[in-house]
């Protein structure tokens, strides 16, 4: 394997059966490094030539259906920084031999990715205390997973039916009210680690404000419906739940069942004070809440 030819010769039989046995040793080697190193070049090229593609067409796409310029401006941002955090971080989806396994693995895989989100708000950390089972059956039936929204995509609307319960996992979201006897609306930042909308789970509700995200945001809901249903079942726990909501409908409502005393239950807040949402302020605070990103966002669409 040197330039130039070697002084020293093989005479005997074993010398050069070891001279030929290194000959081809080198040779395997060199040919297996060489491949390996064009294969990995050839996969990153790849790779790259397809994000290039796939961007080329996104753009055409969009201006052949002449889509305005703002909308096309949010889609590619959003397609990029999803396509930025699916590279640094492998989401589920990616992952296909997850679909092996079997039903109490995957029942436990969706408990161990939930229950430390839901365990942030008391009645499910009561829930979780009194029951795993029925905790791993939240998991995974009553959420559906992660859902994922670009900056300025609307949750929910003004008089939509509401059905599930947000958790926001990362992201914060904007959330815009008209307090009663005020004559302008007011908006508020909602941040990473909150919920809102738990007043669903207790009762049949619809949405007195609207919410948008203020950057790109992942939450996790649970479905109010299936959360009673999973409740229902489970008789030694449902005492608990009962209880907590109880307490919510007294501090939240005021125990009358036509009329809310306030119109931020979207938030889950009371006018006596901070609720069960650690991550919110009482409704004087929000009030007087002048949140840069929150009011500067366009609300009229």
């Known amino acids: 394997f ?79 920084f999803v396509a930025e955090l699916r590279h640094r971080r492998v989401h589920i989806s990616k992952v296909s031999y997850l679909s092996y396994l079997s039903g109490p693995l995957h029942i436990e895989l969706q408990a161990e990715l939930y229950t430390p989100t839901l365990d942030s708000h008391p009645c499910f950390h009561q829930i979780r205390l009194s029951s795993d089972i029925m905790m791993r059956e939240i998991c995974t039936k009553a959420i559906q997973g992660n859902e994922h929204f ?12 509401a059905n599930h319960m947000f958790f926001l996992s990362t992201g914060s979201l904007a959330y815009c009210f008209w307090p009663t006897g005020s004559r302008r609306p007011r908006a508020v930042k909602v941040d990473m680690g909150t919920w809102c909308v738990e007043i669903t789970l207790w009762i049949q509700w619809q949405h007195v404000g609207k919410m948008k995200a203020l950057s790109v945001a992942d939450i996790i809901s649970v479905s109010s419906a299936r959360f009673r249903d999973i409740c229902e ?69």
Request: hydrophobic share 40%; with cysteine.
């Open 2 to 80: 040197t330039p130039g030819a070697s002084r020293i010769q093989a005479d005997t039989v074993p010398e050069r059966s070891f001279v030929v046995f290194v000959l081809a040793t080198g040779l395997v080697i060199a040919t297996c490094f060489i491949s390996s190193i064009t294969s990995t070049m050839a996969s990153v090229w790849t790779s790259s030539q397809n994000t290039v593609v796939q961007r080329l067409l996104l753009k055409k796409f969009l201006k052949q259906n002449k889509v305005s310029r703002s909308l096309a401006s949010r889609i590619t941002h959003y397609v990029e």
């Open 233 to 301: 079942n489970h008789a030694q726990v449902y005492p608990v739940v009962q209880g907590y909501a109880l307490n919510f409908w007294q501090d939240e409502l005021g125990g009358l069942p036509h009329r809310p005393r306030l119109r931020t239950l979207d938030l889950g807040l009371n006018d006596e004070g901070p609720s069960a949402n650690a991550g919110m302020t009482n409704l004087e605070e929000l009030m007087h809440s002048e949140d840069v990103q929150a009011q500067l966002v366009q609300w009229d669409d």
């Open 150 to 161: 670009a900056k300025n995509d609307v949750l929910f609307r003004v008089g939509k039916e």
